[in-house]
């Protein structure tokens, strides 16, 4: 099994993790080195080597190439790897929490998107020490749409369709529309359509723009449900083991990458709608039954993470629209 450690291994990355930030870290990510997630892991990079004088390096492993996205979590919490990229929301099943920024129609914008994220992460950094994580930043993706083969104007035309989820709110809002969720990462996306494995997905502009999706799909609807983000975190232990000034050189790298990659998505969001619709694709706003059928499973699927999330789910959203 790839994540199998055994008990000496793991007493000799305890026993260097003290010494680790001598040497090179290694980054996995679960997307291409173009997209602009990954440009601003290698500045990120590039601003940890220097703020620390060259005492630590970060290598970045695009599109999956060390680790598949649903193995860099568990990769970074054993010490297979110093520090790795996840889209928060593909861990969902292992706690509400991260499932948050994928709850269709609760944040749609990046202004509610960021206060979602104020709201939520500092219970987000406790969650993560608690598995042994430590929390850098997090970067969103623009405002997810909907790609098709065939014209959509309701929920019902997804009767039956194969969809692409990527996340437990995708395989759920799936199964409200009635289409068929099929687990795909988003190196395997380009595959999956050319094969016919999925036919649908609710994903960004980028992720479109990334696997020219315009060869494999002909519609994007730009039902704007949500804008999921990314985030950069390290093993606790080799965190643990830096000095006080290694540690606070990271946290102003994070902090410098965090701004720029919000600040990037935003800039990017019109850019990947033009360039979808630029080679080929359909890019237009979904009609309003649509619009009304999606909220009202937005509707519905925040009431099932509210009582998923218990408590402290109802502090965060209680938080973020100002109760």
Sequence with gaps: MRFGTTMAASAAFLLTAGTAAAENWDLPAAYPA???????????????????????????????SLYKGDEIKRAVQTGQAQIGER???????EDPLFGLDAVPFLASDFDSARRLYEASKPALVDLLAEQNLHFLYAIPWPPQGLYTQQPINSASDMEGVTFRAYNPATARLAELTGAVPTQIEAAEVTQ?????????????????????LWEHAEYFYDVQAWLPKNMVFVNADVWEGLTDDQRSAIEA???????????????????????????????????????????????????????????????????????
């Excluded at 997209?35 to 599109?63: C, P, Q, R």
């Excluded at 359509?193 to 990334?210: H, K, N, Q, R």
């Design 34 to 64: 173009s997209n602009y997630h990954t440009e601003i892991l290698e500045s990120f990079a590039d601003s940890v080597e220097e703020n620390t004088g060259g005492e630590i390096t970060i290598t970045v492993h695009a599109n999956g």
């Design 87 to 93: 889209l928060i929301s593909a861990l969902a099943n």
């Design 192 to 212: 999956a359509f050319a094969t016919g494995t999925v036919e649908s997905m609710i994903s960004s502009g980028a992720t479109g723009y990334d696997t020219k």
């Design 253 to 323: 790298a994070a902090a410098e990458a965090e701004t720029a990659g919000w600040a990037k998505a935003e800039e990017l969001a019109q850019w990947y709608k033009d360039e979808l619709a630029a080679n080929g694709m359909t890019v237009e706003a979904p009609s309003e039954e649509l619009k009304a059928d999606l909220t009202a499973i937005g509707e519905t699927m925040t009431e099932e993470w509210l009582a998923s999330a218990g408590e402290t789910g109802r502090e965060i959203i209680d938080a973020y629209r100002g109760n």
